[in-house]
């Protein structure tokens, strides 16, 4: 799918995807970690964000946080899926949700992995609600320029075959 994809991996290079729901972003975003993780033997993750910080507050109380975040970061292709963790424009990131989101950019960065992000907002979001410091190494690692990806709503398009497939059917019965 990506043309010499070994490179990305040795430059420490990501890839931001951003836009709208139902647009292919989750689908483009586990074709790639496939390609990596099955056809070229990485070491990865994809995870959800929302539903790991529910987790990941689940764990405080059990003493396993640490445990899990370790679990993560010891990958070498971390996939975070909707970073926008179902967010709204209008909604903030508690401290403990920002601090999460940093520990696993930054470490990412440090130890030079490869992150693969997805989201409904592009940088400007991310400054706003994750601060300079998570902007500023996503953008080293996934480039000045998110890619969009807008324009076609594949969950509307299932939604119009399931409709006309259901039509043929009433029109049987009666
Ligand atoms: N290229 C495609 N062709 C057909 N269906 C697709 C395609 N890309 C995604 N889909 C389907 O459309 C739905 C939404 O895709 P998803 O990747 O979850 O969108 P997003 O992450 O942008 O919300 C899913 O059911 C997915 O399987
Ligand atoms: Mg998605």
């Not at 483009?28 to 790991?52: A, F, H, P, T, W």
């Not at 507050?57 to 292709?77: P, Q, W, Y």
């Not at 999460?100 to 400007?124: M, Q």
Request: aromatic fraction near 8%.
């Amino acid at each position: 799918m990506i043309l010499n994809i070994d490179k990305f991996i040795k430059n420490n290079w990501g890839l931001f995807i951003y836009g709208p729901p139902s647009q292919g972003k989750t689908e483009v975003q586990s074709c790639v970690v496939n390609e990596l993780c099955i056809d070229k033997d990485y070491k990865g993750i994809m995870v959800n964000v929302k539903r790991l910080m529910g987790d990941l507050k689940d764990a405080v109380g059990k003493g396993t946080l640490n445990k899990i975040l370790d679990t993560i970061k010891k990958n070498e292709i971390i996939a975070l899926n909707d970073i926008t963790g179902g967010k709204r424009p209008q909604d903030e990131f508690s401290p403990f949700e920002r601090g999460i989101i940093y520990e696993l950019v930054d470490a990412v960065y440090e130890k030079e992995k490869t992150l693969i992000i997805t989201g409904k907002y592009n940088y400007d979001w991310v400054e706003d609600k994750l601060g300079t410091d998570v902007k500023d190494r996503i953008i080293q690692m996934c480039g000045i320029e998110p890619i969009l990806m807008k324009g076609h709503n594949f969950r509307e398009e299932h939604g119009k075959k399931r409709d006309a497939e259901v039509k043929k059917m009433i029109q049987k019965i009666s």
